[in-house]
């Protein structure tokens, strides 16, 4: 039971198609649901199968989506309205916001341009969103009575979270995908040390430490600046969201900061829904952004105007961002079938581009590309590769481990042999597990079983003011707590010794050891005691000795009590003491014995 | 509309009046002994015992506590009678209350601090509640601090303080902390005490653990050398859980490698030994890449300061190791570099351009930062700009003191020039500014930098060409590079001109040699064929022209290469703008030269003036100083090294001619002789003297005490003068003017060795006690009689003027700014300030048409002091007083005018506030403008207010 099993239906040793399942305290909890877009029939879903035939509410406790990226949440519809599942479904606000945008639009192409069937529709869409259950940074949300699961800032695009999920004394960081360097729009990836049994990070860029953003963005910046000064056409295709809004915001306070006068476009279908979202989720962007919507709200682009397909043809220097970000469709394959031919123009590719694309081959160099229908297009502008990715490198993966402490990593959402390299690192440099789960193989992360114990405060209290009064602290010191160990209705509690027997109804009964020394010494008992009563004294410092009444004399919980015999000088000494003051009562037998028989 | 201009206008010329603070009866007792302020608190305090419920109380103590200290003698009583209260209250609230007054009584003076001391120690064994234990603590360490270093009384606080370290609290055991901190005696061995605060460092609580580190900083501050051996105690804290626990953790640190920086430490894991300054640079190198922000800024701010690190860390905090899918990369700056060196440019159209290189052993790369491994990458790249701006700092501080370092972080500081907020991008120009003596720059890195002249933001702009006039170029490519740049930013922006002459004025000698290579390129000089003339009032012409001409004091044989328009304007220019213009040896021009060699006598003729004037007095005293004065002015404008002393001397000398005037006249003291004619004259001058003695005490700093003494004096005089007028010639009332004139020289008291006239006028005043106007001006006038002539003159060498020059607008263009008439229309002030002393006075004066003038006050952060780079070596001794400049937007309204019309800005200083008893704000005595003293000629701004179209 206390072994924790994650078994990845999608990213495990991959990228795309993120969907990974949890098992922990007898919970299971999916994080992520994404779909593959390289493939176009069923393997482009985890395989839903694998967890339970036909309802899956059973079965699965709640979902958690990172981000709105459609490899983190594209499956989602078909899981709830067509596999079907009712459980609640957990993501960020701006993440609730933007994720039926992309499905949406990601629906059109595949049901519109591709023909397909058997696809799910916008109902789908608005029904599923209905599910969802949108949470807060920082926010604990109790899923049932034992899922606790918390969001932590991400960077990476606008919303995105990583979660710690929590069942009893289990915990899991998932991170999503995550940013330790902050940019533009974003901020850096945060947490705080939370210890978890598991972190599973993805492991994008495994093997990468990455230079200085400052560097790739001067010289992004200053060959757009050349370009349009000597009158040239920038060409940058882009992915609809997440970069293009860092590259307006770049391009946007460059214009504002050099006075620049060139019209900046931006053709990208859905960003102008999504660009309203980033201006109301301001809370969720940087630094900069933060502090200065007040007098501008960064997001309101003042130089950045909607691009017509007229433009294409208006002479003069301009700037174009255009989908899709592999120019192997769309508006930025047109516009680059027009401005190729042009040495003053230029394009930039700011993202990876798949082998087989019109951007690969442009990439790689070719000064002919042949498109679509045989036509050969001749390459004359420059091509810049600028990379602007927003994964945390290397670096940064070692950083958050170092930041929240896990027990073990496990990774995903990365190359398998990249993995390897990390996960070694991470087991040299850490000296903690590391695992690397492919896709459907699960992995057994042995936790060790912890049984939580209440403690009474009252008792805490008084136990930790006698360690207060004992003198400074000094951690080589043990402390001791003297209580009950009460098991009741499968509860640990430690109890305050007279609660404890008052709750179980019980009497209190002492165990009390007596022994009696004969002793040789002249005199009366009174004078015997006080004698007795100095060598204490003189011997022990820690322990106070207190003269009773009856002419005893006590020591804690020992008493010692003097009777004369028959004979003159023959003393017999009763001591008596309870068993919690065992030690006590020896040493003082033994140090009298020393002294006076 | 009008509420509108009203509203617009209120908001930027608001003058912010303080109210005088009475203290106001509090509301919620009803009880009516408090009503009145000034009651004799004895009185009130034995009232203490009858105020039943504790919310009264505690509003009688707060009372009590504002009207601290009390007149009375009897504090003692009080104090009683407040232990007393304190005895019987059962709240915790009003105890801690009655703890407080007790420790504010270390603020009445002569208030004997023992016994307070005693009174608390007696408290304290009986307190329960933690709260009022811990502010009673906090209090005998304040009272405590009063103490001499060997007094008894300070062992038993310290006794007590190390008990009640063992109180189960944390707030009492940090106040107990804090107070060993502070009141330890470092003199003595006090091993036990640093070894009882260094365990509590191991405490469960991380704010008795913060407590405890603060404390021995503390320590640490007061002289105790903190021991060697705790070291690797705090550095296993810097893991602490807790943010505050890391910071104070790693401030240890940082006094441990400042105390033994040459002591060794092992590296855990192998057996290498470093010093101690290194091991704690590394250490706190690594808290850059802490999870807390804070954490975070102190290291970064601490690294500034660890200069005596090994140059091998330092250089590593600027190394990251790049690899791509597990080969080496290079980092950008490492690609740059290289192109650089091979000669060959990067071609741009490479995909594959930063293509990974050599294969990395997976064994060999180390992923978490071992050492101070790119501290200051990470540092720069902060998601907080307190972390990136307080890393800045750090990196300069540490370049200045290691030019290698220096060199390195070039790179670094550039790209800092990209940062998204202006205030990081400004610190980065301003680093780079003070280490460009230690760099020379290559001509890849002057590109990326001079891409940044195009910044629309003037404070940039500004910035980067203090750093050019300071940088060193390596190559005539470089300043050729440079030159063009400037001219390219001069035709952009205007405003710009003087900023990029001053950068080209530097620039010039900075780089003789190169700029030689380029004269004939750069003047257009051609062997054979005479080229056309360029127009000497071009600005781009004026800036090639100042960076040849300032080249050429250092490098002779740019002279030969000069033609003879070049030489004609070079004339013209050394006449024009002579302070950017070096004074040359040019051939050919001997005659004027010669001129200008010759000395020009004007000490010797100082010297002669002065001896006149201090010469015995004679009967017609105030011709000679007439003379004198008009000698003294004509002077200030011959010789700009003595203007400003000698300026100040005329002032003075005004002034005084001025009192005699007033005082000779018949009817200035006498109302009755009424020739209203005689009467007017002497109003006017009494006018007069007060404007010129306000100049004289406000327009002047960089003075010697004697020198502002002697200006007080002038000023004090002027003041009688007025009030005894007031008095005898008028029948206003001369209440408030007397106190305040009394005020005046009751400020004056603490200085010894007075002038004349100030002296006896303290000692005179200090003999009655009755300051009525009429006893007063009774007393004055004889004084005043007594030293109508007396003034001792010297001559004050150091004194600095204060003037200002208004650069924009310039008043020159006809163009009027349209606005909406009743609406506001911001118009940019640029000025510089010399010598401003007081700059809670200065004031934009704005005059419309219409015969308004408003005051407007500056916004405190568009008055910045201008750092001067390399001030002319003449004036060293004007370095104390800073160069202020003033750029704001000045907002004018106006209602609507038939044509446009002139407004006039002018810099003033409004000395309404100090000068002007609160008493007298109503009074129609003054004119409306005479506590203004005026900067600088008006410049006038053409303005038409338009009316609004209705209808649209």
Redesign the interface.
């Given at each position: 039971m206390t072994d924790i099993k994650v078994t990845p239906l999608g990213a495990g040793q991959d990228v795309g198609r993120s969907c990974i399942l949890l098992q922990m305290g007898g919970k299971n909890i999916m994080l992520d649901c994404g779909m593959h877009m390289g493939y176009n029939d069923e393997r482009r879903f985890p395989d839903f199968s694998y967890i339970a035939d036909g309802n899956l509410t059973e079965s699965l406790d709640c979902v958690i989506i990172s981000h709105f990226h459609l490899d983190h949440c594209g499956a989602l519809p078909f899981m709830t309205e067509m596999v079907g599942y009712n459980g609640p479904i957990y993501m960020t606000h701006p993440t609730k916001a933007i994720a039926p945008i992309l499905l949406e639009d990601m629906r059109k192409v595949a049901v519109e341009r591709k023909g397909e069937t058997n696809f799910f529709t916008s109902a789908h869409i608005k029904d599923c969103m209905k599910k969802v259950i949108a949470v807060t940074l920082h926010q604990t949300v109790q899923v049932d009575s034992e899922i606790e699961i918390k969001a932590y800032y991400a960077g990476h695009v606008l919303g995105a979270a990583m979660f710690h999920v929590k069942v009893g004394n289990q915990s899991v960081v998932y991170t999503g995908d995550y940013n330790m360097?902050?940019d533009?729009h974003l901020?850096?990836a945060?947490i705080?040390?939370c210890r978890p049994n598991i972190l599973i990070s993805e492991s994008t860029y495994a093997?990468?430490?990455?230079?200085?953003?400052?560097?790739?963005?001067?010289?992004f910046?200053?060959?757009v600046?050349d370009c349009v000064d000597r009158g040239g056409k920038v060409l940058i295709p882009v992915f609809a969201l997440g970069r293009a809004q860092e590259l307006c915001i770049l391009l946007e306070?460059y214009w504002?900061?050099?006075?620049l006068k060139a019209p900046i476009y931006f053709a990208v279908g859905l960003t102008e829904k999504a660009n309203n979202y980033y201006k109301m989720f301001i809370t969720w962007t940087?630094?900069?952004i933060r502090k200065t919507f007040v007098q501008r709200n960064m997001f309101e682009f003042k130089h950045i105007r909607p691009f017509d397909k007229s433009y294409a043809d208006t002479p003069g220097p301009m700037v174009v961002f255009a989908t899709p970000g592999m120019l192997h469709a769309g508006l930025s394959l047109q516009l680059f079938k027009k401005w190729a031919p042009n040495e003053n123009n230029m394009l930039i590719m700011p993202g990876y581009c798949v082998s087989g694309t019109v951007g690969a081959k442009v990439?790689?160099?070719a000064k002919k590309v042949e498109i679509e229908n045989r036509q050969v297009i001749e390459v004359k502008m420059?091509?810049?590769?600028m990379s602007f990715s927003a994964h945390a490198d290397?670096?940064g993966i070692?950083?958050l481990i170092?930041?929240c402490e896990p027990q073990n990593v496990l990774l995903v959402h990365g190359e398998g042999v990249?993995m390897e390299?990390l996960k070694?690192?991470i087991q040299q440099?850490y000296g903690i597990d590391c695992y690397m789960p492919a896709n459907g193989e699960s992995a057994y992360i042995p936790c060790k079983p912890v049984v939580p114990v209440d403690v009474s405060l009252s008792l805490l209290?008084k136990e930790?003011?006698l360690y207060?009064?004992?003198?400074?602290?000094?951690?080589k010191r043990p402390c001791r707590m003297h209580g009950i160990l009460v098991m009741k209705d499968n509860v640990l509690k430690l109890m305050e010794p007279e609660q404890a027997f008052g709750e179980l109804g019980l009497n209190r009964h002492s165990i009390r050891f007596t022994s009696c020394i004969q002793l040789r010494l002249p005199g009366t008992a009174s004078r015997a005691m006080d004698q007795i009563q100095l060598i204490l004294n003189s011997q022990n410092t820690n322990y106070p000795v207190k003269p009773s009444d009856e002419g005893m004399l006590n020591l804690e919980s020992v008493s010692i009590k003097m009777e004369t015999t028959d004979k003159e000088d023959r003393k017999s000494m009763m001591i008596s003491w309870a068993l919690q003051d065992e030690d006590l009562a020896t040493w003082i037998m033994s140090s009298l014995r020393q002294v006076i028989v | 509309m009008a509420v509108l201009k009203k509203r617009a206008l209120a908001e930027y010329s608001q003058v912010v009046q303080e109210e005088a603070c009475n203290s106001k009866p509090l509301q919620l007792m009803k009880k009516p002994h408090l009503s009145s302020a000034g009651e004799d608190e004895l009185v009130t305090i034995n009232t203490l015992g009858k105020i039943e419920t504790s919310e009264e109380l505690l509003a009688y103590l707060n009372h009590v506590q504002h009207n601290l200290p009390f007149q009375t003698d009897d504090k003692v009583v009080v104090v009683r009678k407040l232990i007393d209260t304190y005895h019987q209250s059962e709240y915790s609230y009003v105890r801690l209350k009655i703890v407080c007054i007790l420790g504010d009584f270390s603020k009445v003076p002569k208030f004997d601090v023992q016994f307070i001391i005693n009174e608390i120690i007696k408290l304290l064994s009986t307190e329960t509640s933690h709260k009022v234990c811990a502010s009673m603590i906090s209090k005998l360490k304040k009272l405590g601090s009063l103490l001499s270093s060997d007094s008894p009384v300070l062992g038993k606080i310290i006794t007590i303080g190390t008990k009640l370290l063992n109180n189960s609290n944390h707030l009492v055991k940090c106040h107990c902390l804090s107070l060993l901190g502070d009141l330890v005696n470092v003199n003595y061995l006090q091993g036990e005490n640093v070894n009882l605060i260094c365990k509590f460092t191991k405490s469960q609580d991380p704010r008795v653990r913060t407590a405890a580190y603060d404390a021995l900083l503390q320590l640490h501050e007061r002289g105790q050398k903190l021991e060697l051996c705790m070291y690797s105690d705090v550095c296993s804290a810097l893991q602490d859980d807790n943010e505050n626990v890391r910071q104070s953790a790693m401030r240890i640190i940082w006094v441990l490698s400042h105390t033994y920086p040459e002591s060794c430490v092992v590296i855990p894991g192998c057996q290498d030994e470093v010093h101690l300054v290194d091991d704690a640079f590394a250490k706190i190198c690594q808290a850059i890449g802490d999870l807390s922000v804070n954490v975070r800024t102190l290291a970064a701010e601490l690294l500034g300061s660890m200069v005596n690190v090994n140059p091998h860390f330092l250089e590593q905090t600027l190394d990251k190791k790049l690899m791509s899918d597990m080969r080496r990369k290079r980092s950008a700056h490492e690609r740059h570099w290289e192109t650089v060196t091979s000669g060959e440019w990067a071609s741009g159209a490479r995909w594959a351009d930063d293509k990974p290189r050599e294969n990395l052993d997976a064994e060999s790369v180390s992923l978490i930062h071992s050492g101070a491994c790119g501290a200051f990458v990470h540092g720069l790249e902060d998601e907080f700009m307190e972390v990136r701006s307080a890393s800045l700092d750090s990196l300069c501080q540490l370049a200045l003191s290691n030019p290698r370092f220096a060199t390195l972080s070039l790179d670094f500081l550039v790209d800092m020039f990209n940062d998204e907020i202006e205030e990081v991008r400004l610190k980065a120009i301003d680093c780079m500014t003070k280490i460009s003596q230690l760099i020379v720059l290559r001509e890849d890195q002057l590109e990326i930098i001079l891409g940044v002249l195009e910044d629309s933001n003037v404070e940039i702009r500004e910035g980067l060409h203090r750093m050019l006039g300071a940088c060193r170029l390596s190559t005539k490519a470089c300043l050729k590079l440079c030159v063009q740049a400037l001219l390219d930013n001069l035709k952009r922006y205007s405003q710009d001109k003087r900023s990029i002459w001053r950068c080209l004025q530097l620039l010039g000698p900075r780089h003789p040699d190169l700029t030689l290579l380029l004269v004939p390129e750069l003047l257009t000089v051609h062997p054979f064929f005479d080229m056309p003339e360029a127009d000497v009032e071009d600005p781009s012409y004026v800036c090639v022209l100042l960076l040849v001409f300032n080249a050429a004091q250092f490098c002779p044989q740019i002279l030969s290469l000069f033609e003879e328009h070049i030489r004609r304007h070079y004339r013209y220019l050394r006449d024009t703008i002579s302070n950017f213009v070096p004074h040359l040896q040019l051939i050919g021009d001997e005659a004027m030269e010669g001129q200008i060699e010759f000395d020009t006598n004007t000490n010797y003729f100082l010297q002669n003036v002065m001896s006149r004037l201090n010469q015995p007095i004679s009967t017609n005293q105030i011709k000679v100083w007439d003379a004198a004065c008009h000698d003294l002015i004509r002077l200030a404008q011959i010789d700009s090294n003595l203007a400003h002393g000698v300026e100040l001397l005329a002032t003075q000398l005004e002034c005084h001619i001025l009192i005699a005037k007033v005082m000779n006249s018949p009817a200035w003291i006498d109302s009755s002789s009424l020739n209203v004619q005689d009467g007017d004259v002497v109003k006017n001058l009494i006018d007069q003297l007060q404007r010129r003695s306000l100049r004289l005490q406000y327009m002047f700093s960089n003075l010697s005490t004697e020198e502002m003494l002697l200006i007080q004096s002038t000023r004090l005089q002027a003041m009688a003068i007025q009030l005894v007028y007031i008095v005898r010639a008028s029948n206003t009332s001369a209440l408030a003017l007397s106190d305040h004139f009394v005020s005046r020289v009751e400020a004056l008291k603490g200085y010894g060795n007075l002038p004349s006239f100030a002296g006896s006028i303290v000692t005179e005043i200090a003999r009655v006690d009755d300051t009525k106007p009429g006893v007063l001006s009774r007393l004055l006038l004889p004084i005043l009689q007594a030293h109508i002539y007396v003034a001792p003159f010297c001559l004050p060498v150091k004194a600095f003027k204060l003037s200002a020059d208004i650069l924009e607008p310039s008043g020159e263009s006809d163009n009027p700014q349209k606005f909406l008439a009743g609406f506001v229309l911001g118009v940019v002030l640029d000025a510089e300030i010399q010598g401003l002393a007081h700059s809670e006075y200065l004031r934009v004066r704005v005059k419309y048409p219409d015969l308004n003038a408003q005051l407007i006050i500056p916004q405190e952060s568009h008055l910045k002091i201008v750092k001067q780079y390399s001030k002319n070596e003449l004036n060293e001794n004007i370095i104390t007083v800073p160069d202020h400049r003033l750029r704001t937007s000045v907002l004018v309204s106006h209602q609507v005018w038939t044509e446009s019309s002139h407004i006039e800005l002018s810099l003033v200083l409004d000395v309404t506030d100090p000068e002007v008893p609160s008493a007298l704000k109503r009074w129609r005595g003054f004119s409306e403008d005479s506590f203004i003293i005026e900067l600088c000629k008006p410049v006038r701004v053409l303005v038409s207010p338009k009316p609004i179209k209705r209808g649209i």
């Open positions: 360097t902050p533009r901020g850096a945060w705080d040390k093997t990468t430490i990455r230079d200085s953003k400052r560097c790739r963005e001067r010289d910046l200053k060959k600046h306070t504002e900061r050099m006075n940087n630094q900069k990439l790689s160099g420059s091509v810049q590769y290397a670096k070692m950083q170092q930041y990249k390299f070694q690192k440099e209290k930790m003011a207060d009064t004992v003198g400074a602290p000094d951690p | -």
